[in-house]
Structures are given as structure tokens and as C-alpha cells.
């Protein structure tokens, strides 16, 4: 395991503990090292996701796609995102891409 993943793991652990914001900040020092970092991004755009920031989640989980198009839960969690805005026919084509 690298020392990004150590570090994402322990934003992991922040994120899942309600402490968002040290958990955002923890991703965005990452995606300073590495700006496409998939993981990171996506779990960014989950955190707009559930501080109710559905353009953002979008955002930044649509970005999280085109970096790994293969990531199951990308797309999962942004059909959920589009759900929440009231756009199913968004969220059933993610849905049925993986």
C-alpha cells in the first residue's frame, strides 16, 4: 500500500466519523500531490453528496468517472446524487453502466 492510500485511509476513517471537513481537507492535499487521483475526487464529491451540494457531488464525481470510467461505485454514488436531484433518467444511465 502507498503513502497516498495510507493517507486516504485516514481520511476514510474521518469521513466516516462525521469529521467532513478534516476528511476534505486530508483529499485536497492529496490532489495536490496528485491532481487526478480517482479515489480522492470521488470521495470529495461525496462529501459535497452529503452536505446536500448536488452540483458539486456531480462535479466532482463526473470528474472522478472520466479518470477510472471502470469504477463501479463512481457510478453508483453519482446515480444516487442525480436520484436526490430529481433526475432519474441521469441517474438509471449510470445505474445501468454498471
Same mark, same amino acid.
Given at each position: 500500500?502507498? =503513502?497516498? =492510500?495510507?493517507? &486516504?485511509?485516514?481520511?476514510?476513517?474521518?469521513?466516516?466519523?462525521?469529521?467532513?471537513?478534516?476528511?476534505?481537507?486530508?483529499?485536497?492535499?492529496?490532489?495536490? !500531490?496528485?491532481?487526478?487521483?480517482?479515489?480522492? &475526487?470521488?470521495?470529495?464529491?461525496?462529501?459535497?453528496?452529503?452536505?446536500?451540494?448536488?452540483?458539486?457531488?456531480?462535479?466532482? &464525481?463526473? #470528474?472522478? !468517472?472520466?479518470?477510472?470510467?471502470?469504477?463501479?461505485?463512481?457510478?453508483?454514488? &453519482?446515480?444516487?446524487?442525480?436520484?436526490?436531484?430529481?433526475?432519474? #433518467?441521469?441517474?438509471?444511465?449510470?445505474?445501468?453502466?454498471?
Amino acid at each position: 500500500m502507498s =503513502d497516498i =492510500d495510507h493517507i &486516504i485511509e485516514t481520511a476514510l476513517t474521518h469521513q466516516r466519523d462525521g469529521r467532513l471537513e478534516e476528511a476534505a481537507d486530508i483529499y485536497r492535499k492529496v490532489l495536490e !500531490i496528485d491532481p487526478v487521483h480517482a479515489d480522492a &475526487i470521488h470521495f470529495l464529491g461525496m462529501i459535497a453528496y452529503a452536505q446536500k451540494n448536488y452540483d458539486e457531488a456531480i462535479e466532482l &464525481i463526473g #470528474k472522478a !468517472i472520466l479518470v477510472n470510467p471502470s469504477a463501479a461505485d463512481f457510478h453508483i454514488n &453519482i446515480a444516487s446524487v442525480f436520484l436526490a436531484t430529481g433526475n432519474a #433518467k441521469q441517474a438509471k444511465s449510470h445505474a445501468l453502466t454498471h
